[in-house]
Nanobody, 124 residues
Framework: QVQLVESGGGSVQAGGSLTLSCIGS????????MGWFRQAAGKGREGVAA???????VYAEFAKGRFTISRDNAKNTLTLHMNTLKPEDTAMYYC??????????????????WGQGTQVTVSS
């Protein structure tokens, strides 16, 4: 079965950096659309970035210029490099995958599979 396992979360001060990783298994990783989402306490889940099977990327406005999504198909790994972190970036970060990128990409929660999440806390 499809499994997604996130890692790399933690606590960091504002202005710092973190790198999140997501390892996928149980499917042909290279053929799937991959994405990062986040959910802050008391708020809805929002898209952060996506990586298509063809190598394209999509970012939420707040992520542009600060976050970089990348994928290593040989290692079934999706990475999110986060720089210049702000307290408002504090959230649980989730990895998701779908055979085809959903219409709307990261604006929709309609992805097939989700990981359990990794917590990111940014202090001021």
């Amino acid at each position: 079965q499809v499994q997604l396992v996130e890692s790399g979360g933690g606590s960091v001060q504002a202005g710092g950096s973190l790198t999140l990783s997501c390892i996928g298994s149980g499917y042909t990783y290279s053929r799937y659309c991959m994405g990062w989402f986040r959910q802050a306490a008391g708020k809805g889940r929002e898209g952060v970035a996506a990586s298509t099977s063809g190598g394209g990327t999509v970012y939420a406005e707040f992520a542009k210029g600060r976050f970089t999504i990348s994928r290593d198909n040989a290692k079934n790994t999706l990475t999110l490099h986060m720089n210049t972190l702000k307290p408002e970036d504090t959230a649980m970060y989730y990895c998701a995958t779908s055979r085809y990128c959903p219409n709307g990409f990261i604006t929709t929660p309609n992805w097939e599979y989700w990981g359990q999440g990794t917590q990111v806390t940014v202090s001021s």
